[in-house]
């Protein structure tokens, strides 16, 4: 017997309560939206569902990337990454100067594959686990109070790595799993699945944490003249 929308649901909620950054923030206020897939059969697809909670992932770190404040630390990048992670000069020295100076409690860490290197050690991921690697923390820093995630939509290079630093919950899934509708119609001979559903606007403070090398902030400095005259 397949399972229903509702019977998935559980299941799925069930993973997702261990995603904590996105399950259970403090709403604002919402809007309406949906995803959409194509398939070749009229039964509740799991995969559907999973595709729609990553669609929900992109926008709720899109828009947190979009509200981020910059916090610009120009250092030598390399050194950075070369320092031990309590070092002063190191990564997690930055994120403490930022707790200290702005009075901001740090509970979740973004970096892209570039910036990864800045954080040691990194643990194993779960094997067959039903969502992306990237949906799993890579560290939890119990004596900071931090978990560390690897973030596909960071776009930094060699020279620019961004780390962003979140006070609290981005998104929350209890809500909107619990308001979704999961609908089948017949377009052009195939199966549309539909999930509809409400997309939260939450409280949080998000800090970017640009470490740039040196001769960047130079080259910036100098584009910005040159751009003047």
């Given at each position: 017997m397949r399972e229903s929308f509702g019977e998935y649901k559980k299941t799925i909620e069930s993973n997702l309560v261990n995603f904590t950054y996105l399950y259970d923030g403090d709403v604002k206020s919402s809007n309406k939206e949906s995803y959409s897939?194509?398939?070749?059969?009229n039964n509740t697809s799991p995969s559907v569902i999973i595709n729609c909670i990553i669609d929900i992932y992109n926008l709720s770190i899109n828009k947190m990337i979009s509200q981020s404040i910059d916090y610009v630390i120009p250092s030598d990048l390399k050194e950075v990454k070369r320092n031990a992670i309590n070092h002063h000069g190191s990564i997690l020295h930055y994120i403490d100067v930022l707790h200290k100076d702005l009075n901001?409690?740090?509970?979740?860490?973004?970096?892209?594959?570039?910036?990864?290197s800045m954080f040691l050690p990194i643990k194993s991921l779960p094997d067959n686990k039903p969502f992306p690697d990237y949906f799993y923390e890579l560290q939890k820093y119990n004596n900071k109070g931090y978990d560390l995630y690897l973030c596909p939509n960071i776009d930094d290079n060699v020279d620019e790595s961004f780390v962003y630093v979140i006070d609290k919950s981005i998104q929350s899934l209890v809500?909107?799993?619990?308001?979704?509708?999961?609908?089948?119609?017949?377009?052009?001979?195939?199966?549309?699945?539909?999930?509809n559903y409400d997309f939260y606007d939450c409280d949080f403070t998000c800090y970017k944490l640009i470490i740039r090398d040196l001769s960047k902030i130079r080259d910036i400095k100098i584009d910005k003249i040159l751009n003047e005259n």
């Open positions: 897939e194509i398939c070749s059969h901001f409690d740090s509970t979740y860490i973004f970096t892209s594959t570039n910036g990864q809500y909107s799993i619990q308001n979704m509708e999961y609908s089948i119609n017949i377009v052009d001979g195939l199966y549309k699945h539909t999930i």
